[in-house]
Every structure is written in structure tokens, then in C-alpha cells.
């Protein structure tokens, strides 16, 4: 997932499909922070400078030589000088900020949740009323305790709101937020599931091999006619009104009659390409551990399973029925008793009824391989827990908060941006997106403040100041 995903990124953003490229660039650093050329690509595909100096910021973290990400922040130096200011001595802050560990989690298992519909905190705008999927927040007074790293408590916090569940719960009874995620299950082995899938594709690479001989064969037979069309109807022979005539219907018949010869060969080909194409395409995505590899591989033997069973009883049943009409035809002397007729009939159908079990076996063997591949490409619905993981850098946590944010998850979003500011409290950045969380929490006074501690390290910031003038117009009114 993560390599096509960059790859995807890569390939748009050099067809200059920036938005495209955000997409899938901002999926792999999700899935693997310490991707270097991922977060190199996608300071590319950004258009803001400051969001381009964190990604940049983020690659020289992981590789601290990165030529390229120093090239790239020397480049933004030259263009906006006033982002690289370095700042006054620090001042005392009005009041300090409360701040809890942050919770991490798996990136990748955040992949599977559905993306909030509000932007990025970098990239702020006015936050509107809640849609009905994202019920509205209330600040928790008494937050969870945070877990320590690898402890799974019985109470966790909702990562949108904050509020108390349980454990055993699988949505929040104060937002209504889905408090699970899908995770891969703990198959033993992939083996049953790479077994099942090339004995699957024997059978349906033999199909398409089978199709393009008769194809093959359809194709040899039209070349033949062309050729004797040419004997009969030679191209640019001027013949009597009547002989041309007689010429027409006779090029007709012929061309009719071929085409009623070989339009059962073609319909069988055609048949045959897409049982045999439908077989590999099913094994390849089974091995890729794709779901519908695994129920399209599962239909498609069941299918040639049933029908060799089906067959095999057919013959039990004809063999029923022929075999006391053999012996009555014996004892009345239509046949000659000394001829082995019986014996040969019995022996046509032992070997008949071996052929077709074995054939049946091979599908049966398949289904049960079968069974025990669905756990190496099936998911459970597990419990959501974020652990605790403090850093030394404000990067770390404030990108951390970014993902949690495009997941709808405030509460851990929150978390993870108080962590930021402490560590860097004159980062004007960090100090907004707060602001902008500390809002959607239902805490405008913090979130007042803020942004006015903000706007005193960026005063000349406009989206802060839009931002701190317009939660003033609604705490007033």
C-alpha cells in the first residue's frame, strides 16, 4: 500500500498534479514517519511555504545529511527570509498551558478510519456547525488517564471528545464516534493462501492457452478463405452482368457457411479467455491478500468443484442403469454371452469414475486450502487504543496532531499540539493550531488566547488575525 502510494505521488506530482500528489504522499508518511523521499516529494506537491518547511524539516530530521532537504530549506530561506527570523528572547507567557502526554498510535491502522471533512491546522478556516456523522464536541472536564506505553486500561479516552468509555465499547455515547478500527488478523502462515491460488491459476492458465489455439486456429481458417475467395472471385476481373451475378451469390453462400463454421469456435474461445483471465486475475489479487481475490477465488472453484461432483454422480447413475441392461441383453442372446462386453463396460467406468474424483479432489483440495487462507486476508474490528510516547521535538508531535485531526480524532489532536507548544511555545504555527482545536473543543477562551499569544510572535500573520477577530464577533454576540 505504502509503495504504490508513493509511487502514485511521485507520478502526479511529476505530471503536476499537486492536489493528487498531497493525496497519496500524505497517505504514506501517515503509514511510515520516517519515510525521507516521501516527505522530500511532498514538500513539492505543497503550495504553503510553512507546510513545505516541515516536511523539509521532517526529511532532515530522519537524515540529517539530506542534501536535498538542505537545499530545499535554503531555498525557502531565500524566498521568505521573514519565516526564518530568528526569534526575540523569550518572554514570560500570560498563563501557562495545560498539557497532557500525547497518545500515539498506528498510522496505518489510522488509515482505515474515515477522514474528517475539516481542514488541516494549517490551512485554518471558520469552523461551521458539526455535520450529522460528527456530532458536536463538548470539553471533558476530568480527562482520561493516559495509558502508559503497551498498558490496554479498562477506561480510555474517546479520541474525538475525550469523554470516559470502556474498553468493550465500540462507540462513544458522548459524540457518537466509532471507537474501532479493522486490523489484519494473526494468520500463522501465508502459505495456504499462495498454495490455493497457483493450483487455482493452473487450471485457468490452461483455459487461456486453450482460447488462443482456437483463436489461433479460427484465425489459420480465415486466411485459408480469403484464399479461395480469391481463386473463385479473383479481385479486379471484369465479368458479363450475369456471371458477376452468379460470382455474388456464390461468394455468399461461401462466405455464409464459413462464417456459421467457426462462429461456435469463437463463441468457445471467448468463453474460455474469460473463465481462464477471470482465474488469474482472482489467484494474483489472493495472493496480493485482496478480499475479493479470496471470495472470487473461493466461487470459482466452488463452482468446478461442484460441477466434476455432479458429473461423478451422473456416471454412478448411467453406470446403474447400463450395467443390468448389458447383463439382460446377455441372458436373452441379442449379445454373444462368450463376448466381455460386461466386463469392458465395468472397466470404461472404473476408470471414467477415477478420472473425474480425481479431478474433483483437485478442487476439493483447493476449498480446503481454502479454509485456512481466510485468516492470512480477513480483518477483525479491534479496539482503537492510543499509548503514550513523549519526544524531544515539537515536530514529531505537532505532525502526529495533523493525522489525528484528518481522522476527526480533536481530543488526541489536542493532546498532541499542547505537547508541541510546551516544547516550542514561540512557534506562531503551533500556537494557531491550537487555537483552532482548543474552538472545535468548545474552549474559546483558550482558544482566545492562543491566538493572541500567536499573533505576538506573527503579528503580521493574516489568517491568525482573521481567525482571533472572528471568535471575538462570536463571543460577543
Given at each position: 500500500m505504502s509503495t504504490e502510494a508513493f509511487q502514485a505521488g511521485v507520478a502526479a506530482l511529476k505530471s503536476g498534479n499537486k492536489a493528487l500528489a498531497r493525496q497519496h504522499l500524505m497517505q504514506v508518511v501517515e503509514q511510515d514517519e520516517n519515510n525521507e523521499q516521501a516527505w522530500l516529494y511532498l514538500a513539492g506537491a505543497l503550495e504553503d511555504p510553512q507546510e513545505m518547511r516541515i516536511s523539509l524539516e521532517n526529511a532532515l530530521h530522519i537524515n540529517p545529511q539530506s542534501s536535498r532537504a538542505k537545499q530545499g530549506l535554503e531555498w525557502l530561506r531565500k524566498q521568505h527570509p521573514a519565516m526564518f527570523v530568528e526569534p526575540t528572547p523569550a518572554i514570560a507567557e500570560a498563563a501557562p498551558v495545560a498539557t497532557a502526554p500525547a497518545y500515539t498510535g498506528a498510522t496505518l491502522a489510522l488509515a482505515d478510519m474515515p477522514l474528517s471533512s475539516n481542514a488541516i491546522p494549517d490551512q485554518p478556516s471558520a469552523p461551521g456547525p458539526a455535520p450529522m456523522t460528527q456530532p458536536a464536541i463538548v470539553a471533558q472536564p476530568n480527562p482520561v488517564a493516559v495509558p502508559a506505553l503497551g498498558?490496554?486500561?479498562?477506561?480510555?479516552?474517546?479520541?474525538?471528545?475525550?469523554?470516559?468509555?470502556?474498553?468493550?465499547?465500540?462507540?462513544?455515547?458522548?459524540?457518537?464516534?466509532?471507537?474501532?478500527?479493522?486490523?489484519?488478523r494473526q494468520a500463522p502462515s501465508r502459505a495456504p493462501a499462495i498454495i490455493a491460488a497457483i493450483l487455482s491459476m493452473l487450471p485457468a492458465l490452461l483455459w487461456t492457452l486453450l482460447a488462443i489455439l482456437i483463436f489461433g486456429n479460427v484465425f489459420q481458417k480465415y486466411t485459408d478463405f480469403q484464399k479461395q475467395l480469391k481463386v473463385i472471385a479473383p479481385p479486379g476481373l471484369s465479368l458479363p452482368e450475369a456471371q458477376q451475378k452468379l460470382q455474388d451469390e456464390k461468394v455468399a453462400r461461401m462466405e455464409e457457411l464459413f462464417s456459421a463454421s467457426i462462429t461456435p469456435s469463437l463463441n468457445a474461445a471467448v468463453v474460455f479467455l474469460l473463465i481462464g483471465v477471470f482465474g488469474i486475475v482472482m489467484a494474483v489479487a489472493l495472493i496480493r491478500r485482496k478480499?475479493?481475490?479470496?471470495?472470487?477465488?473461493?466461487?470459482?472453484?466452488?463452482?468446478?468443484?461442484?460441477?466434476?461432483?455432479?458429473?461423478?454422480?451422473?456416471?454412478?447413475?448411467?453406470?446403474?442403469?447400463?450395467?443390468?441392461?448389458?447383463?439382460?441383453?446377455?441372458?436373452?442372446?441379442?449379445?454373444?454371452?462368450?463376448?466381455?462386453?460386461?466386463?469392458?463396460?465395468?472397466?470404461?467406468?472404473?476408470?471414467?469414475?477415477?478420472i473425474i474424483f480425481a479431478f474433483a479432489s483437485y478442487y476439493l483440495i483447493i476449498l480446503v486450502l481454502m479454509i485456512f487462507a481466510w485468516k492470512s486476508v480477513s480483518q477483525q474490528v479491534v479496539r482503537f487504543v492510543p499509548q503514550f510516547e513523549e519526544l524531544s521535538d515539537g515536530n514529531g508531535h505537532f505532525n502526529r496532531g495533523v493525522v489525528y485531526q484528518k481522522r476527526g480524532m480533536w481530543y488526541l489532536s489536542m493532546l498532541e499540539w499542547e505537547r508541541a507548544v510546551k516544547l516550542n511555545p514561540r512557534d506562531s504555527t503551533y500556537r494557531h493550531a491550537l487555537g483552532l482545536i482548543y474552538e472545535q473543543m468548545k474552549r474559546p477562551a483558550d482558544a482566545l488566547q492562543q491566538f493572541e499569544q500567536a499573533l505576538t510572535e506573527d503579528p503580521n500573520n493574516l489568517r491568525i488575525s482573521q481567525d482571533r477577530d472572528r471568535l471575538v464577533q462570536t463571543l460577543r454576540a
Open positions: 498498558e490496554v486500561p479498562d477506561i480510555l479516552p474517546c479520541p474525538r471528545c475525550g469523554a470516559q468509555t470502556r474498553y468493550a465499547e465500540q462507540r462513544c455515547r458522548q459524540c457518537g464516534m466509532t471507537l474501532t478500527i479493522k486490523a489484519d478480499k475479493y481475490g479470496f471470495w472470487g477465488t473461493l466461487i470459482y472453484n466452488s463452482i468446478y468443484a461442484f460441477s466434476w461432483l455432479s458429473l461423478l454422480f451422473a456416471v454412478f447413475r448411467l453406470e446403474s442403469e447400463i450395467t443390468p441392461l448389458v447383463q439382460l441383453l446377455s441372458q436373452s442372446f441379442i449379445i454373444d454371452p462368450s463376448m466381455s462386453v460386461s466386463g469392458n463396460a465395468d472397466s470404461f467406468f472404473t476408470m471414467l469414475k477415477l
